[in-house]
């Protein structure tokens, strides 16, 4: 673990030399191959060893928190990074249901309650009311700017009825990405935080020298995501030379090829045409890059090879 986040601090500060504008963490537990579970400190650490990129969380689970415990602690971190903390919220547990009871010590939580979460987190990080009598301190007065994530219709339409940028979580969850997008840009209300739709869409990407290169290093998150989805989630395995033969089930290959259906892999040559095709029909005002590679030295290449198309 001191290792990956080690390399996501090297990672970060080669993605600001390289012109990236923002680099986000996320919050899951009880995973062994992510590390980013006390995600506020992650946030610090990587804002910390970096000077000008915006540092944020993709997401918070905010279920998992009160709501004064994220605007204080996210408070602090713009205290101490002024102007370059993000702050993304989801209603997923990021976890298992016996994690989420540990984390929780109790289920009983309505999920029509997150709106309100969402709305009670912001006002803890605006200007305060005369006569509060709690406060998010360090946090009031902070506006850090808070995203709406999702992977399915429901985040799209609670960002437009608040009037938040959106971040869809098109890298893995593929399948509403239409649908959602059409209705966070039909049903979006300006805001004192945006006077238009603002969409934000992660993609992942593998870009090497050659496409078979990059083909054989996306091989990691291939077998990643069939451990996962078959219950037995761990570190990011090594690539393998036929993915092919790693496949027992037709069913599972499947699901695997709509889950990464997005996924751009190959060469400069490839992944600039299959990137600006991804633009060209979604429209989005921002991609997140993800490029889960097992060798950190071809996972700096790939997102150098990006950031010059």
Known sequence: MSLALKNSLDLAQ?????????????EHHNMPGIASAATSVVIGHIAGGTST?????????????APL????????LAALFPGRIDLGVGRAP??????????????????DDFPKDVLELIAYMGDPNPGQPVRAIPGQGSKVPVWMLGSSTYGAQLAAALGLPY????????????????????????SPFLDKPHVMLGINVVAANSDAEARYL????????????TGNPGQL??????????????????????VLSLAQVGSPETVKAGVEAFIAQHQPDELMVTGQIYDHAARLRSYEILSKL
Do not use: K
Not at 53 to 65: E, F, Q, W
């Open 14 to 26: 080669h993605a600001e030399r390289w012109g990236y504008r923002r680099y986000w963490v996320a």
């Open 53 to 65: 990129i915006r540092v944020g969380a993709g997401g918070i689970m905010l279920p998992n928190h």
């Open 69 to 76: 415990v994220i605007a204080e602690q996210f408070g602090t």
């Open 94 to 111: 990021g976890t298992d249901q016996r994690t989420a009871l540990a984390l929780r010590r109790t289920l009983q939580g309505d999920i």
């Open 167 to 190: 971040a869809f979580a098109s890298h893995f969850a593929p399948e509403q990405l239409t649908q959602a997008l059409a209705l966070y840009r039909a049903q979006f209300r300006p």
């Open 218 to 229: 996306f091989t990691s998150l291939q077998q990643a995501f069939v451990n996962l989805r």
């Open 237 to 258: 395995p090594p690539p393998i030379a036929d993915i092919g033969n790693y496949f027992t089930d037709p069913r599972i290959e499947a699901m695997l090829n709509s």
